[in-house]
């Protein structure tokens, strides 16, 4: 016969089990449900931003004075030309009337057609899309790439104290390409690389070599602003005790640096990063310009100057778009990373 008391520990060892079992699954259910409300949340703020940017992108371009559809037709178009064309493009319709049916043509996913090639908006963005989010990608890639072993090796210099005049010329050179404009800079790198060296092409998009200087335009000041921000960060977590502790296990300098102190500043850095890119997608509408590259900044320009409404509005809402959904990516992998971030949130 069993001996009671074995009996009575093995049913409470069970009982002990499955109460764990238990709140476990409940840990689990209530971080999913967390990370489905802050889904949730985000994806209404994500609608009401878009519904404000079609709305401000619609009315803006229409306060814009001027008549489109004469501007595109010329002084020389008769008036029944242009009274045709317009009709056409249902522009003699009330205001309201023509908002409604943008946002009915915008759900079905249509743009409406350009004023001047008559071609359909959507048809005139799939063409020029993959230069500008090809240009923003390149430039992201290069400025985190650049920014990780820059800052980290800053911030080592800087706690350390042994280098001290690296360390300022580091932050020096720092400082100046945050400082110094885009436009100057893609003027610089023009006239030392293209007109001085001949070693690239001054404009063109299509080639490897004809993607270097656009790419180092925009992502050099995003790179030494990254930079700054994992230094600081770096800095702070060297400081932390448990650092201390994970010194004192002797390990290799790149083991310490990409085991302990690395994960720690990923939320920080991510969250810059998020911003970085956003702003790398909008500033890809001046970069564009300068390098003569066919994206959707170029055509942008283009369209304000012949007051092309509907190519204009597209190029808003496709670079909003952009912009809110690298925002939201960057939330939820943050979530993944760290779930309180759901909870401060808010």
Same mark, same amino acid.
């Given at each position: 016969?069993?001996?009671?008391s074995?009996?009575?520990?093995?049913?409470?060892?069970?009982?002990?089990?499955?109460?764990?079992?238990?709140?476990?699954?409940?840990?689990?259910?209530?971080?999913?449900?967390?990370?489905?409300?802050?889904?949730l949340?985000?994806?209404?703020?994500?609608?009401?931003?878009?519904?404000?940017v079609?709305?401000?992108?619609?009315f $803006?371009?229409?306060?814009?004075p001027?008549?489109?559809?004469?501007?595109?037709?010329?002084?020389?178009?008769?008036?029944?030309l242009?009274?045709a064309?317009?009709?056409?493009?249902?522009?003699? @319709?009330p205001?309201?009337?023509q908002?409604?049916?943008?946002?009915?043509?915008?759900?079905?996913?249509?743009?409406?057609?350009?004023?001047?090639?008559?071609?359909?908006?959507?048809?005139i963005?799939?063409?020029?899309?993959?230069?500008?989010?090809?240009l923003?990608?390149?430039?992201?890639?290069?400025?985190?790439?650049?920014?990780?072993?820059i800052?980290?090796?800053?911030?080592?210099?800087?706690?350390?104290?042994?280098?001290?005049t690296?360390?300022?010329?580091?932050?020096?050179?720092?400082?100046?390409?945050?400082?110094?404009?885009?436009?100057?800079?893609?003027?610089?790198?023009?006239?030392?690389?293209?007109?001085?060296?001949?070693w690239?092409?001054?404009?063109?998009?299509?080639?490897?070599?004809?993607?270097?200087?656009?790419? $180092?335009?925009?992502s050099?000041?995003?790179?030494?602003?990254?930079?700054?921000?994992?230094?600081?960060?770096?800095?702070?977590?060297l400081?932390?005790?448990?650092?201390?502790?994970a010194?004192? @296990?002797? $390990?290799?300098?790149?083991?310490?640096?990409?085991?302990?102190?690395?994960?720690?500043?990923?939320?920080?850095?991510?969250?810059?990063?998020?911003?970085?890119?956003?702003?790398?997608?909008?500033?890809?509408?001046?970069?564009?310009?300068?390098?003569?590259?066919?994206?959707?900044?170029?055509?942008?320009?283009?369209?304000?100057?012949? @007051?092309?409404?509907?190519?204009v509005?597209?190029?808003?809402?496709?670079?909003?778009?952009?912009?809110?959904g690298?925002?939201?990516?960057?939330d939820?992998?943050?979530?993944?990373?760290?779930?309180?971030?759901?909870?401060?949130?808010?």
């Open positions: 016969m069993a001996d009671p074995l009996i009575t520990a093995e049913v409470q060892g069970t009982a002990t089990a499955a109460l764990a079992v238990r709140a476990e699954g409940r840990r689990q259910s209530r971080g999913l449900s967390l990370r489905s409300a802050f889904l949340r985000r994806l209404g703020r994500l609608a009401v931003s878009l519904a404000v079609v709305l401000a992108s619609f $803006l371009v229409h306060l814009v001027g008549d489109p559809v004469r501007a595109v037709l010329g002084p020389e178009a008769s008036a029944e242009v009274a064309t317009r009709a056409n493009l249902g522009l003699d @319709k205001i309201l009337q908002f409604l049916d943008y946002v009915a043509g915008l759900l079905r996913g249509d743009f409406g057609v350009s004023i001047r090639t008559q071609r359909p908006v959507a048809e963005v799939a063409q020029r899309f993959p230069a500008t989010i090809t923003g990608i390149w430039a992201f890639v290069v400025a985190v790439v650049g920014a990780l072993p800052g980290i090796a800053a911030a080592v210099s800087s706690r350390t104290g042994r280098h001290r690296r360390d300022i010329g580091l932050s020096s050179f720092l400082g100046i390409l945050i400082a110094i404009p885009n436009f100057l800079l893609a003027v610089g790198l023009i006239a030392l690389f293209a007109v001085q060296l001949g690239l092409p001054a404009a063109g998009w299509g080639s490897f070599d004809q993607a270097i200087l656009p790419v $180092l335009t925009l050099l000041g995003p790179m030494a602003y990254l930079a700054r921000i994992v230094q600081v960060e770096m800095i702070a977590v400081e932390m005790t448990y650092m201390t502790t010194r004192s @296990k002797r $390990l290799p300098a790149h083991l310490f640096y990409l085991r302990h102190a690395l994960p720690n500043i990923v939320t920080a850095s991510l969250t810059v990063g998020g911003l970085v890119l956003s702003g790398l997608t909008a500033g890809t509408v001046l970069i564009e310009t300068v390098f003569a590259i066919p994206g959707m900044g170029t055509t942008m320009v283009s369209a304000v100057s012949a @007051k092309d409404f509907p190519v509005q597209a190029a808003v809402i496709v670079y909003a778009l952009i912009v809110l690298v925002n939201l990516i960057v939820l992998i943050l979530v993944t990373i760290d779930p309180r971030s759901s909870i401060t949130e808010g």
